[in-house]
């Protein structure tokens, strides 16, 4: 009998790292989560930081980060600085894996299907499923300077 796969979350980067095997490699990536399209063509997308690891069950820990938000009409960006709030999620998603490499763990930029994903596909997962939404206390963001920062006291990969 096959055993279905539990997906943990946890709400800080922090946390999820405390638990997770060190031994075995963490899974990060920055990706871009669509929302659906209104009956007026709106849509906003979220770049979400995710980070995540099987263990030895087959189980999925993670931890997802928003960093930012892109809204369009049809394929018109509604948004003036989209160039500007990716670059911003990339400063994120470079600092978030910086914080895991000097934390001694080895990463690979990949992603763990989501059950949203095993929906389409017709896997035996609840259609009301939702992944949970977490932080990085580490990770701070200068509204006046509009970029991410590593908090003081942290350390990163040298």
């Not at 979350?9 to 209104?38: H, K």
């Not at 995540?52 to 003036?80: E, I, K, N």
Request: aromatic share 8%.
């Amino acid at each position: 009998m096959n055993r279905a796969t539990h997906f943990i979350g946890y709400p800080t980067v922090e946390q999820f790292a405390q638990v997770v095997q060190l031994s075995e490699p963490i899974y990060c990536m920055l990706l871009t989560e669509p929302s659906e399209t209104t009956s007026h063509g709106l849509r906003t997308d979220r770049l979400v930081i995710v980070v995540s690891q099987l263990d030895d069950r087959g189980d999925a820990h993670y931890v997802r980060v928003p960093v930012s938000s892109l809204s369009w009409v049809g394929d018109t960006p509604l948004d003036s600085d989209q160039s500007e709030r990716r670059e911003r999620a990339k400063q994120a998603y470079d600092i978030v894996r910086d914080w895991l490499t000097a934390h001694h763990f080895t990463l690979r930029e990949a992603a763990i299907a989501t059950p949203a994903s095993a929906i389409t596909a017709g896997a035996d997962v609840p259609s009301d499923f939702r992944l949970l939404t977490g932080s990085a206390d580490f990770l701070g963001y200068d509204k006046d300077a509009q970029r991410f920062y590593l908090k003081e006291g942290e350390r990163v990969a040298a």
